[in-house]
């Protein structure tokens, strides 16, 4: 079993340019999440799924927007980066409100 | 969810048991205390939680107090792998429950060979 994987590791960008990071998990988790950890802070969350086809909005969730099309898979997307964007992005998944497994993060540079 | 106060840092030996503590006094009945650490440029990863009682596994154990209004999270043998920083978490468990976690700033854990 891979986990969590997260695509790409690192990205630069430009202001204005767009993205779309991509979340997998092979554990058949119904519940999947996309968090950003800005230095020195916790984790803040972004939005989040509890299954196919269903996504809410978490703390932070202007200038993102998600999907999950697929169970297996939960998709971040930046229509027009911001410098404010820079941070470390990490996805989660969960099957029970117990536990959460996280992945590696994708680090995120906005010029 | 219910904020939790946590010192800022803290240090200790390798090879010596240490103990985190947490303290959340505005938790609610139906609050669970969840502990997850994240290592040096790793995502966060979970520790432990509980409910009232006293919780062991093969990472760590879990006290919490009588009154519920703080615990701790012991590392029986602390080694140069555990540090990290550590997240104590309030979650409630309501309806389907499947929110996400609020992060504080946490504990950071440095250990001494």
């Known amino acids: 079993n891979a986990g969590v994987t997260q695509t790409p590791k690192f990205r630069v960008l430009k202001t204005g340019q767009s993205m779309t990071l991509l979340c997998a998990q092979d554990m058949n988790h119904e519940y999947m999440y996309w968090y950003r950890q800005d230095p020195g802070m916790g984790l803040r969350l972004i939005h989040y799924?509890?299954?196919?086809?269903?996504?809410a909005k978490g703390e932070v969730p202007d200038g993102y927007n998600v999907s999950r099309l697929k169970k297996q898979n939960f998709l971040l997307g930046l229509e027009s980066a911001a410098p404010s964007q820079t941070s470390v992005y990490f996805c989660?998944?969960?099957?029970?409100?117990?536990?959460?497994?996280f992945g590696p993060g994708t680090r995120l540079t906005v010029l | 969810d219910a904020k939790t106060t946590q010192p800022n840092s803290m240090e200790s030996n390798e090879e010596e048991p240490v103990h985190l503590p947490c303290n959340h006094s505005?938790?609610?009945?139906?609050?669970?205390i969840h502990w997850y650490r994240q290592l040096p440029s790793q995502g966060p990863e979970y520790v432990i939680h509980?409910?009232?009682s006293n919780v062991n596994n093969r990472m760590a154990s879990l006290a919490i107090a009588e009154d519920r209004k703080s615990s701790t999270l012991i590392l029986h043998r602390a080694t140069l792998r555990d540090a990290a920083v550590y997240y104590c978490?309030?979650?409630?468990?309501?309806?389907?429950?499947?929110?996400?976690?609020?992060f504080g700033k946490g504990t950071h854990l440095i250990i001494q060979p």
């Open positions: 799924s509890v299954g196919e086809g269903t996504t």
């Open positions: 505005t938790i609610s009945g139906t609050d669970y």
């Open positions: 509980g409910l009232t």
């Open positions: 978490i309030l979650r409630v468990y309501s309806g389907g429950g499947a929110d996400g976690l609020t």
């Open positions: 989660a998944s969960s099957q029970t409100v117990a536990e959460q497994f």
